[in-house]
């Protein structure tokens, strides 16, 4: 993978350059995956949903497709994701006769599910993200309420942790959260890494979803953040990239391409961006995009109904964008400095 014409190959000495995919992209881009990216994540197909359905079946099919594109092209594999409060099938908690599951069933369903997936996909996924956005954004509420947390107890995540470790001893273990450079919300991410460590939690990371747009977060909250979970000693990954053309508020509609200076401001901030991570290459090992080109990101049609977005370094038709070029630029320069 040659530097001057491959993002990861531009930053293969800092960290890796990841997407998230599913099965149809891993088709539909797959050119483009191959010569930019040296890391995947499924976007939806290792969630529990997904994979296990029902108590006694597990659908891997379309999760097998994206580990094989994975070892058949020589790239890294992210789980993600095994305990989360979403797109958890309604029979985990269920007793099977109308009432809640008790704390020994969910944990024993809990370990077995963990065992089952991280087990079939040892020789490929080389990391986890093990809980998923436990957090809550509400005011001083500190644990997002959810079935998990209701039915086992705050305990929840250090046994989703320690059975992760005992199926996968190798694998390095995240815990995932967005709105992770947030001041406040920064605060209660840290206290739970701390609390969980503290508690003998084999947490080996913390994944920074990087869900941005052009004006928020700023800079030094990234910085800050940054810092503040590294103070844990831990390795940090950016997980699901990607710069909204759009603040979270904005509902237009009536933008149908991006403005030019929608564009330039994309292109400075991924600058800015890419400036920090390799300031911080030292702790942090993978930047992951949620989507690799912008003919298919989840911000279609989120948070506003019926409108596009173009968050991402490619364009509609996979082509390198100007966001691209002044990301792959950076690490060139560095390269001559040096």
Not at 53 to 69: L, M, S, V
Not at 148 to 165: C, P, R, S, T
Request: include cysteine.
């Amino acid at each position: 993978m040659n530097s001057a014409d491959s993002l990861a190959g531009s930053f293969k000495n800092d960290f890796l350059i990841g997407a998230a995919v599913n099965g149809h992209t891993i088709v539909s881009q797959r050119e483009l995956l191959i010569k930019h990216y040296n890391s995947l994540t499924a976007e939806n197909e290792m969630k529990f949903e997904s994979l296990h359905p029902a108590e006694d079946t597990y659908t891997f099919e379309a999760a097998d497709q994206i580990a094989q594109f994975a070892r058949e092209h020589g790239m890294k594999l992210r789980g993600h994701t095994l305990v989360w409060h979403n797109q958890t099938p309604d029979w985990v908690f269920d007793d099977g006769n109308g009432g809640t599951a008790s704390r020994e069933t969910l944990l024993a369903r809990m370990k077995a599910h963990i065992m089952a997936v991280m087990q079939r996909y040892q020789d490929t996924s080389y990391c986890w993200d093990v809980v998923n956005e436990a957090v809550s954004d509400e005011g001083d509420e500190w644990l997002r309420p959810s079935r998990w947390l209701e039915g086992i107890g705050e305990d929840y995540m250090v046994k989703a942790f320690q059975f992760a470790h005992e199926a996968d001893p190798a694998a390095l273990l995240f815990y995932n959260d967005y709105n992770e450079c947030n001041p406040a919300k920064r605060e209660k991410i840290y206290r739970l890494v701390k609390t969980l460590l503290e508690q003998g939690a084999p947490v080996h990371g913390i994944g920074l979803q990087g869900h941005w747009n052009l004006t928020e977060p700023s800079l030094d909250d990234i910085r800050a953040a940054i810092e503040r979970y590294a103070s844990l000693g831990l390795k940090l990954q950016i997980t699901e990239m990607d710069v909204s053309v759009f603040a979270f508020e904005d509902r237009r509609t009536d933008i149908v391409i991006p403005t030019v200076e929608m564009l330039r401001q994309q292109e400075q901030r991924y600058r800015q961006f890419f400036e920090l991570f390799r300031e911080y290459r030292d702790v942090l090992t993978g930047v992951t995009f949620w989507g690799a080109a912008d003919d298919y990101t989840w911000l279609d049609y989120f948070p506003v109904s019926g409108r596009k977005n173009w968050p991402l370094l490619f364009d509609t038709e996979q082509q390198p964008k100007g966001a691209y070029y002044e990301v792959v630029h950076l690490s060139a320069s560095r390269a001559t400095e040096q």
